[in-house]
């Protein structure tokens, strides 16, 4: 993207921002691929209706901020390739989904202790402010004979440890019941999702946030139009931008467009600003198999287990 700006920086060239990815976990399952395409100078990348390819050109001197988006976090710190992408002159951000333990919703993240220690590990090594905290999807749902679930048990320790390193942003939503969602959970015996009342979904923001002020962390929801409309407006929670390019410009300094994204869901409460996604549901598809996750294949399609 090329253009001017009246911010300060103007008369400079505006960088893009790549969103690494929404599609898939490029940090625990592509960074190999990750990198070999940033030799080569750019990705392909398929647009995921019309199955039509693109290249999207990526070098320092064009991008103002890599962003990744990953529930594991692991193969990234222990090959050190932040430090090789920020060597390269790149800058980084992490949208770091971290939700409570358990194998029904999401059978093949890494135990909740391995995901905590690398909240601290990617705050020491980039900075708390580079890191945002995904509690992403609120879920409740019955199984068997057992009543009402939710997957809320161990958010308090989670917000201490996102607390403790450092990170001051939290970002949640409730779980969207598509279609192939709900297909995929009644192969579940005894499961079935529940969607809350919009005051029951009021409530449990609000005791998120009685949980999150006191630890100086915010709460931001996504896609959620019509649960912020119903909030207390002195509550301070607002909708959220996970490409947020305001502050991406603040921490790489470099000039961003400041332009919505118009391919996400505005009317639903979308913030992001625009970005270039560079991943793929089909060339890469995600392995931690999440019973909620629009990306996920289905049942059949993804049996090789990933720890």
């Given at each position: 993207?090329?253009?001017?700006?009246?911010?300060?920086?103007?008369?400079?060239?505006?960088?893009?921002?790549?969103?690494?990815?929404?599609?898939?976990?490029?940090?625990?399952?592509?960074?190999?691929?990750?990198?070999?395409?940033?030799?080569?100078?750019f990705f392909q990348v398929e647009n995921p209706f019309s199955r039509k390819t693109s290249l999207v050109h990526v070098s320092p001197e064009n991008t103002g901020t890599l962003v990744f988006w990953s529930k594991n976090f692991s193969v990234f710190l222990e090959n050190g390739y932040g430090e090789t992408l920020r060597d390269m002159g790149y800058h980084l951000f992490f949208n770091f989904t971290v939700n409570s333990e358990n194998r029904i919703l999401e059978p093949r993240v890494p135990a909740l202790d391995r995901r905590l220690a690398q909240f601290r590990e990617l705050c020491h090594r980039f900075g708390p402010e580079t890191v945002t905290w995904r509690f992403d999807p609120i879920c409740h749902y019955t199984l068997a004979d057992q009543g009402l679930h939710d997957n809320l048990g161990d958010f308090n320790r989670i917000a201490a440890s996102a607390a403790q390193a450092g990170i001051r942003r939290c970002v949640t939503s409730f779980v969207d019941l598509y279609g192939k969602?709900?297909?995929?959970?009644?192969?579940?015996?005894?499961?079935?999702?529940?969607?809350?009342t919009a005051d029951e979904k009021q409530a449990v923001i609000l005791k998120l946030v009685n949980v999150l002020e006191p630890l100086d962390l915010s709460l931001s929801v996504c896609c959620e139009a019509d649960l912020i409309q119903t909030l207390p407006a002195d509550c301070g929670i607002t909708a959220n931008a996970c490409i947020p390019n305001p502050l991406l410009?603040?921490?790489?300094?470099?000039?961003?467009?400041?332009?919505?994204?118009?391919?996400?869901?505005?009317?639903?409460?979308?913030?992001?600003?625009?970005?270039?996604?560079?991943?793929?549901?089909?060339?890469?598809?995600?392995?931690?198999?999440?019973?909620?996750?629009?990306a996920n294949p289905g049942p059949g399609k993804d049996t090789e287990r990933h720890g």
């Open positions: 993207m090329a253009g001017k700006t009246s911010m300060a920086g103007s008369g400079t060239q505006k960088k893009q921002v790549i969103s690494a990815s929404r599609r898939t976990d490029i940090p625990a399952f592509y960074m190999d691929w990750f990198m070999e395409s940033l030799g080569r100078g969602v709900l297909a995929r959970a009644r192969a579940i015996p005894g499961f079935a999702f529940v969607d809350p410009e603040k921490l790489s300094g470099a000039c961003l467009s400041h332009a919505r994204d118009s391919g996400q869901r505005k009317a639903q409460g979308c913030g992001c600003y625009v970005s270039k996604d560079i991943g793929s549901y089909r060339h890469q598809p995600c392995h931690h198999n999440c019973l909620f996750c629009y």
